[in-house]
């Protein structure tokens, strides 16, 4: 009888442990990631309002070294025709700073608080995700324009890499706000895409910031908020207008990006493991 119960014990043991191989070996399901993720927005969800302002701050201020990062990099790599591809590394900086030190990211709130909302479509979650996406984004904004007065009315640039900064700028800022928002809608599917996969990421969360990230930079795609800081360098010099920036970069990438990361790809993927949770 006790030989037999061993038995069993034993054979339950290796059951147990193939599972826990099998499921280790396949990754998370769908189900599990968009849970991970519903559980992180319910905490963001949660935080004090000065908490989600300060990170946000320092997120826009981190943020800075994505342009940085290509402006460096187009500054001392020669004129080919392959600077082009090299250089758009450098706007995967900021991003790695940003997402890896957890800090509050527009972009990324707009998937991770949208799923509680899916879940549960009440007026009080719903004011709960508004007043975080409000918070976020002018936080992400004012540290924007920290970062930008900082590098322009200081001597940390040379001459001739501000000059740099400032085309990459009047690039970024200078497309028509019909294109800016279209082209907001795949950087806000591809930043809503690093969201998604970073549960199942083990220890490539590096490359696959930077992937996606670089992905975004070579696309020409506009991200509302390392574009907010290029729109911010121009707005202290005097060079990029009020009305221009707002209404002619501002909101339509800001649209552009809300779109992409939360009507398109979060419903997308709701939509694909809907019957699982029901």
Not at 150 to 173: G, I, K, Q, Y
Not at 184 to 195: D, R, T
Request: hydrophobic content about 50%.
């Amino acid at each position: 009888m006790t030989d037999t119960s061993s038995d069993k014990n034993a054979e339950l043991v290796r059951e147990e442990r193939e599972k826990e191989a099998v499921e280790e070996a396949s990754g998370l399901s769908p189900r599990l990631i968009f849970e991970t993720i519903r559980r992180n927005g319910e905490e963001e969800l949660e935080r004090p309002v000065r908490a989600l302002f300060w990170s946000g701050v320092a997120a826009g201020v981190l943020i800075s070294f994505s342009v940085l990062g290509e402006a460096y990099l187009r500054a001392h790599l020669p004129d080919a025709e392959w600077r082009y591809i090299v250089e758009n590394l450098g706007y995967s900086l900021g991003f790695l700073l940003v997402i890896l030190g957890r800090m509050q990211l527009f972009t990324e709130n707009t998937i991770t608080t949208v799923v509680p909302v899916m879940i549960h479509p009440t007026s009080t979650c719903i004011w709960r995700t508004a007043r975080l996406w409000g918070i976020v984004l002018a936080a992400n904004i004012v540290g924007a324009f920290i970062i930008a007065s900082f590098l322009v009315h200081t001597p940390v640039l040379t001459d001739e890499l501000l000059s740099v900064v400032n085309d990459l700028s009047r690039h970024a800022t200078g497309m028509p706000p019909a294109e800016g928002l279209m082209r907001g809608i795949p950087a806000g599917i591809l930043i809503a895409a690093i969201v998604w996969m970073l549960p199942s990421a083990l220890n490539n969360e590096v490359l696959l910031i930077v992937i996606f990230t670089w992905l975004i930079a070579l696309g020409d795609f506009t991200h509302i908020i390392a574009g907010s800081v290029e729109m911010a360098i121009l707005m202290v010099q005097g060079l990029l207008p009020a009305g221009q920036a707002v209404f002619g970069f501002f909101l339509p990438v800001l649209i552009g990006n809300v779109l992409g990361g939360t009507a398109v790809f979060t419903m997308l993927t709701y939509a694909q493991i809907k019957p699982e949770i029901e």
